[in-house]
């Protein structure tokens, strides 16, 4: 399998590719800084150094030729403004749904965020937390509405840097919890080798479920 992960430098991106290329997948990493590319092949992947934020449709989509599935990975980051949610964990996502329609990849998994299909997130909270959330609703929206695509979106709780467990709770709603970014990165493998995930949304935190097992239920009658 050839999968392209966008915001391919991120610590989920990071342990997703391992995993990936550990079992013989091919993996393509988009990243904004060149400085990055060394880690990026230290986990398997080849490096695109390409700007989400400063590009277009048909330069992402000569990236994604021959690609099986696109993971979206990326966002703005710790420290950034509310424009730069908007730009990045919004405009970037659907750029990538828009490019992987023009190069025939129909499968997308999304890496999305607990309440991001609140309609009105508290108005009352921290702004720029609350333009995070409309910014990856938008996004969510937008990808599920494509009919071309077969898209996951996962929306991990609290994320950690404790070792993965390979044990995990998910559903439409789990409540609040935390996971570690490692078994997120299972997760997303997982998905992508189950395509019947394709159009199901769904909250993953830390529990007792092994990953397959918790996928798998996802579908199951």
Not at 97 to 105: R, S, T
């Given at each position: 399998?050839?999968?392209?992960?966008?915001?391919?430098?991120?610590?989920?991106?990071?342990?997703?590719?391992?995993?990936?290329?550990?079992?013989?997948?091919?993996?393509?990493?988009?990243?904004?800084?060149?400085?990055?590319?060394?880690?990026?092949?230290?986990?398997?992947?080849?490096?695109?150094?390409?700007?989400?934020?400063?590009?277009?449709?048909?330069?992402?989509?000569?990236?994604?030729?021959?690609?099986?599935?696109?993971?979206?990975?990326?966002?703005?980051?710790?420290?950034?403004?509310?424009?730069?949610?908007?730009?990045?964990?919004?405009?970037?996502?659907?750029?990538?749904a828009d490019a992987a329609e023009a190069a025939g990849v129909h499968?997308?998994?999304?890496?999305?965020?607990?309440?991001?299909?609140?309609?009105?997130?508290?108005?009352?909270?921290?702004?720029?937390?609350?333009?995070?959330?409309?910014?990856?609703?938008?996004?969510?929206?937008?990808?599920?509405?494509?009919?071309?695509?077969?898209?996951?979106?996962?929306?991990?709780?609290?994320?950690?840097?404790?070792?993965?467990?390979?044990?995990?709770q998910i559903a439409a709603r789990t409540g609040r919890g935390a996971?570690?970014?490692?078994?997120?990165?299972a997760v997303l493998v997982a998905v992508l080798d189950s395509p019947?995930?394709?159009?199901?949304?769904?909250?993953?935190?830390?529990?007792?479920?092994?990953?397959?097992?918790?996928?798998?239920?996802?579908?199951?009658?």
């Amino acid at each position: 399998m050839r999968v392209v992960i966008a915001g391919g430098h991120g610590k989920i991106a990071l342990a997703t590719e391992r995993l990936l290329t550990d079992r013989g997948d091919s993996v393509a990493a988009i990243i904004r800084n060149p400085d990055h590319a060394d880690d990026v092949r230290a986990a398997g992947a080849d490096p695109i150094v390409l700007d989400l934020e400063d590009t277009d449709v048909e330069a992402v989509a000569a990236h994604l030729s021959g690609a099986d599935a696109v993971i979206f990975a990326a966002g703005a980051g710790p420290g950034s403004g509310a424009a730069r949610k908007l730009t990045v964990d919004r405009d970037a996502a659907i750029l990538l749904a828009d490019a992987a329609e023009a190069a025939g990849v129909h499968r997308y998994a999304m890496i999305s965020a607990m309440a991001a299909d609140v309609a009105a997130p508290d108005a009352a909270g921290d702004p720029v937390f609350v333009a995070y959330l409309r910014a990856k609703g938008a996004a969510d929206d937008e990808v599920r509405s494509r009919s071309a695509l077969h898209t996951t979106i996962v929306r991990p709780g609290l994320l950690t840097d404790e070792p993965g467990t390979g044990r995990v709770q998910i559903a439409a709603r789990t409540g609040r919890g935390a996971i570690p970014r490692a078994d997120v990165a299972a997760v997303l493998v997982a998905v992508l080798d189950s395509p019947e995930t394709a159009q199901h949304t769904f909250e993953v935190i830390a529990g007792a479920d092994r990953v397959g097992d918790a996928v798998a239920a996802l579908t199951r009658d």
